[in-house]
């Protein structure tokens, strides 16, 4: 069962009562007798299970793979090496 938070409106008393989702709000203060009016709060949410990630709702052909394992502890020198540039742009279609 939830709980409330409540706090008068006259004399600034504060409690906080469990109550059910069907009860009715509680409306007299129990220090002075006078009006109540119900406190919200921010919520604390945790979303466990799959689905709440960015990443599981990817197929498999989209994921990234991991690294190729090294097979030599030092790094090939001298080796070949090709620049990575960007691929073109596509040109736009010509109309008539």
């Given amino acids: ?3 409330y ?3 008068c409106t006259e004399c600034g ?3 906080e009562a469990v109550q059910s989702f069907s009860d009715d709000a509680l409306t007299t203060c129990p220090e002075c007798t006078g009006k109540l009016r119900k406190l919200f709060s921010a919520v604390g949410v945790v979303f466990k299970g799959s689905g709440f990630y960015r990443t599981d709702s990817r197929g498999s052909s989209s994921a ?3 690294a190729a394992p090294s097979t030599g502890s030092t790094p090939k020198q001298g ?3 090709k620049p990575s540039t960007p691929a073109p742009a596509a040109a ?3 109309s008539s």
């Fill in 5 to 7: 938070q409540y706090a």
């Fill in 64 to 66: 990234s793979t991991p």
């Fill in 13 to 15: 008393h504060q409690l």
């Fill in 1 to 3: 069962m939830p709980t």
């Fill in 92 to 94: 736009p279609a010509a």
């Fill in 79 to 81: 080796g070949e090496s």
